[in-house]
């Protein structure tokens, strides 16, 4: 039994190993979890996104009743009070990145921002804890790589580079994701005493 | 005891008492079932419109364990593929009626959707049954009175009025919500006695 067998499991709940590998990076080998994920469908609740990430959380929770955390991205637009927002991925489907930005044609405003939400849920009858990461930028029209959803037609402020033309390392370190896993690391680390504590107690947790 | 009193319940789950009384009138005073309304909170799926009527009528049907309605609405553009689609209320909220004009702006097609699906379930474990009802039109800029929803951007197709502007005898007949009500209702009169039979064996309910 290695060190790592030792330590309590977190559950990521992702189909995707690669974003388990990126978590697993960011928070480095002493991270107090033996990280693992599971591929389990989860419901996506209508909403404004700290409340889809949140339930989402809960029902990932009651599904492998053991400390987890789940990922919830969305795409805002200003002119539109921030949506597509957690609706994102069907609009990108509906109408594309050519469409994405006819939705805007009509407003002067092209402002948007990226934001990604990790929530943790310690134990049972826990409300879950969120990690918000928030890039802004703005819609331009598709450049770059088209293989990885809505990154070619964001383009953070500061850049002249959408995400799709950013080398990986250059986008985590600015992007919405990297900087929502930045956060959630950052808790880890400073709080692993009272993590462990509650994970025991499983009640009265609440946001530092 | 009144007749009406004998007949199994069937629970419209809505926290609006004019929907109860439209769907009473619809069907009659023959129908066969004695139908009440309740305000739950129920929650709502992210999806295509199908999908959320029938998770939400699943929820509701856990929530009060006797046969249950639910009804969900939809205004999809067609140059969105669909959307907003049951994301309308969003985007509604978000952007106002001249909002939803202006996301059409850099598209030729204005034409658009309103739909309704109301949803039965009849017991345990069974797929609810969808009535579903469509009226085609276009997205124009608001007319008529405002205090309903979407209405005054929706000119259904043959008219040179809005819904808002419609009498509400007029919409009715033709509204996405008449014709989903017109159809629940034929169903439960064509169907009165097979109902009642699977209504009482839970099971292998099929739509017709």
Chains 1, 2 share one sequence.
Not at 10 to 29: A, C, H, W, Y
Not at 153 to 160: A, E, L, N, R, T
Request: hydrophobic share 40%; charged share 25%; aromatic share 10%.
């Amino acid at each position: 039994m290695s060190d790592q067998d030792k330590k309590p499991v977190l559950t990521f709940v992702t189909g995707n190993p690669n974003k388990l590998r990126e978590v697993q990076q960011i928070v480095g080998d002493d991270f107090m979890f033996q990280l693992q994920n599971v591929a389990v469908d989860l419901p996506e609740y209508q909403g404004d996104p700290a409340h889809v990430a949140a339930e989402k959380c809960k029902a990932a929770y009651q599904q492998v009743k053991t400390p987890v955390i789940v990922e919830d991205t969305s795409l805002c637009f200003n002119a539109l009070g921030g949506l597509p927002g957690v609706y994102i991925k069907w609009f990108l489907k509906g109408v594309g990145h050519d469409g994405l930005n006819k939705m805007l044609a009509g407003f002067d405003d092209k402002t948007a921002y990226a934001q990604c939400i990790f929530a943790f849920q310690p134990g049972e009858g826990v409300e879950p804890l969120l990690f918000i990461g928030r890039t802004d930028g703005k819609i331009v029209p598709a450049r770059g790589p088209t293989h990885f959803g809505w990154d070619p037609v964001f383009q953070p402020d500061g850049f002249h580079t959408t995400y799709a033309e950013m080398e990986s390392d250059a986008k985590n370190a600015i992007s919405h994701r990297g900087r929502a896993l930045a956060k959630m690391a950052e808790f880890f680390k400073s709080h692993a005493r009272e993590v462990s504590e509650r994970m025991t107690l499983e009640k009265d947790w609440t946001t530092s």
